[in-house]
């Protein structure tokens, strides 16, 4: 019978990729033209 010796740490890989893509993805979004404008709009109300 074989055992799932390396089974952990290929999940933490897959895991680990997964969200290197989604914070990828997440800053693409932020850093947007139009949500950049947004987000510098409710700072700048949030301090005035």
Do not use: C, H, P
Request: net charge neutral.
């Amino acid at each position: 019978m074989r055992g799932d010796d390396g089974m952990n740490t290929a999940e933490y890989a897959v895991g680990t990729l997964a969200a290197v893509a989604f914070a990828a993805v997440l800053y693409k979004v932020v850093t947007s033209g139009a949500v950049f404008g947004a987000l510098t709009s409710i700072i700048q109300k949030a301090l005035a």
